[in-house]
């Protein structure tokens, strides 16, 4: 028999906050695109995956998140395999081999792995969680989740998801805690890898951690970004250039003004007001992702919303900090804003889990 708390639990803050992100996306994608010939086919495409993209967020809400943890490592597996094919046969685009082609879009595998390393870690943390924490022998297999398609991942290259996967699974780890033993460990381990994983990147990801320090070494070639990204930002001073009127995305100095620097636009047009109450809806979003998880009606539910707040947040603050300098170019996308459709769905899919969480946390 349906449930009617179901119903009456439903989370409208969550959509509404959503919405009111994807809306101001959508916009802001019709400006940056605004001088291009094809510029209706970018925001149309993005109001279909923004529509698909509820569709597959109210599906994902409609069953029990419980029945999730025993299909966890199924679906980690099936992930495995899909990195497996990319690697194997994948399309590549500019040197990089990420995607599957189906016809209607192509399937990026290791966005949906941070759905997936989610779901597999919320599984085994509340199965074994205590108040003492996990010793290092605990996290043996936390650890070789994450590290396994980190690895696949790296090889594709994409160095912006790899980097996702690790802080969200680090991220679930310390809110389940960890013996002080083996945090002094996996810190330490973690610092030389950092060091020691210099001599593994490729020369354009080296290219780009050196432009990050100084982005005038090479100002037309892997510094551009960065350094147009800064002037668009700080152009827009406190009120912004105005709605279409930013000189930086309107005459196409910005590169990737769609995507990964979407919010430069954003920032130029509407300056810095514009972009407070833009983060102010982040942050809701955020703060909204945490009370779902206090409220959860069961471990495994705290820790799926624990997993997807995290995504959402490290996805945030990287891109953020990456669009004003604070962090080298890595590819990741700003949520619910930035165009593309397997981001868009990842997002959704995310956003499904915390509604699936958030309705149920009555039902027991």
């Known amino acids: 028999m349906f449930d009617r708390r179901l119903l009456t639990n439903f989370d409208w803050v969550l959509i509404l906050i959503v919405l009111l992100l994807a809306t101001a996306g959508v916009v802001n994608l019709y400006s940056a695109t605004s001088n291009g010939a094809v510029h209706s086919a970018f925001y149309l495409k993005q109001l279909t995956w923004i529509g698909g993209g509820l569709v597959v967020a109210l599906g994902v809400s409609l069953f029990d998140y419980r029945h999730l943890q025993y299909a966890g490592f199924y679906l980690y597996g099936v992930n495995l395999l899909l990195l497996l094919f990319v690697l194997v046969a994948g399309e590549a685009r500019m040197g990089a081999t990420r995607w599957i082609r189906l016809g209607f879009m192509n399937l990026q595998p290791s966005e949906l792995m941070k759905i997936v390393i989610i779901i597999a870690l919320a599984y085994y943390l509340s199965e074994r969680s205590s108040l003492f924490g996990f010793s290092l022998l605990e996290l043996t297999i936390p650890l070789a989740l994450i590290g396994v398609p980190v690895v696949m991942i790296m090889k594709q290259p994409d ?100 995507t990964d620097f979407a919010f430069s636009v954003f920032a130029e047009e509407w300056g810095f007001s ?85 309705i149920r946390r009555f039902v027991f």
């Not at 389940?176 to 030389?192: H, M, V, W």
């Not at 930013?246 to 990737?256: A, I, K, R």
């Open 159 to 258: 160095l912006g998801t790899a980097l996702m996967v690790v802080f969200i699974g680090g991220t679930m780890g310390m809110f389940a805690g960890i013996k002080k033993p083996a945090l002094i460990f996996l810190g330490g381990s973690g610092g030389l890898l950092a060091v020691g994983g210099w001599f593994l990147l490729h020369a354009y990801q080296k290219r780009r951690i050196m432009t990050f320090l100084n982005p005038e070494l090479d100002p037309l070639g892997a510094g551009y970004h960065i350094i147009q990204s800064k002037i668009a930002v700080g152009s827009g001073s406190l009120w912004g250039r105005g709605y279409m009127h930013g000189t930086q995305s309107q005459l196409s100095f910005l590169p990737e003004r769609h």
């Open 274 to 358: 514009g972009s407070f109450l833009l983060l102010v809806l982040y942050l809701l979003l955020i703060l909204w992702g945490i009370y779902i998880a206090r409220v959860a009606a069961d471990p495994f539910g705290m820790f799926l919303a624990v997993g997807v707040t995290a995504m959402l947040f490290w996805h945030i603050v990287v891109n953020l900090a990456m669009v004003i300098g604070l962090l080298p170019v890595v590819g990741v996308p700003l949520p619910l804003f930035s165009y593309g459709g397997t981001s868009m769905l990842t997002t959704m899919l995310g956003v499904g889990v915390l509604l699936n969480v958030s």
